[in-house]
């Protein structure tokens, strides 16, 4: 009963348009879990290894096709293509060339180039970082976690040929 008639005293007391000043105090003081929360940065998990930089000077170049996905790809360079069931040291060869590019010009197609031709050797199967992935459900004691490791196929590319 006493408590009620100090908290109306209080407010009575307050002018309008301000708060009372417990009000006041636990606005401005932050929880401990929010200053966890703010101090530490997000971090992003790579998917796929880094991609080949896009430098085109000097040498030859080309962007291949592979299923839904693009690679700007240089002789010599390694890529990671989604997993097929491929074995070790065995030669594959791109159909799909979109551009081509050396020292003294680029051809693009429309929408694809016939007359070139990109070699590789099979180096064999990686797998990319686990992803965890954690189901949560509040008082109910149900918590499941997955994990997933995406598997590449690694490639080296041997040869980039004009016909």
């Known amino acids: 009963m006493v408590e009620k008639e100090k908290a109306k005293s209080r407010k009575a007391s307050s002018k309008p348009g301000e708060t009372a000043p417990a009000e006041t105090e636990a606005k401005s003081a932050p929880t401990p879990a929010s ?11 790579k998917r796929q290894p880094k991609p080949a930089k ?11 096709r592979d299923g839904s996905f693009q690679y700007l790809v240089r002789e010599g360079n390694q ?17 799909e060339i979109l551009l081509y590019g050396d020292e003294q010009k680029v051809e693009v197609g429309s929408p694809l180039l016939n007359n070139i ?12 970082k686990k992803v ?24 080296k590319i041997e040869a980039i040929t004009a016909t």
């Open 79 to 95: 890529i990671y293509l989604q997993r097929r069931g491929l074995a070790p040291a065995s030669d594959l060869e791109f159909k």
């Open 54 to 64: 896009a430098d085109t000077s000097g040498g030859k170049y080309a962007v291949v």
């Open 35 to 45: 200053k966890q929360a703010e101090s530490k940065p997000v971090t992003s998990i």
């Open 117 to 128: 031709a990109v070699k590789a050797k099979v180096i064999g199967e990686v797998k990319d």
């Open 132 to 155: 965890r992935t954690v189901k949560f459900r509040k008082r109910e004691g149900y918590r499941r976690s997955i994990g997933h490791r995406q598997k590449y196929t690694a490639v």
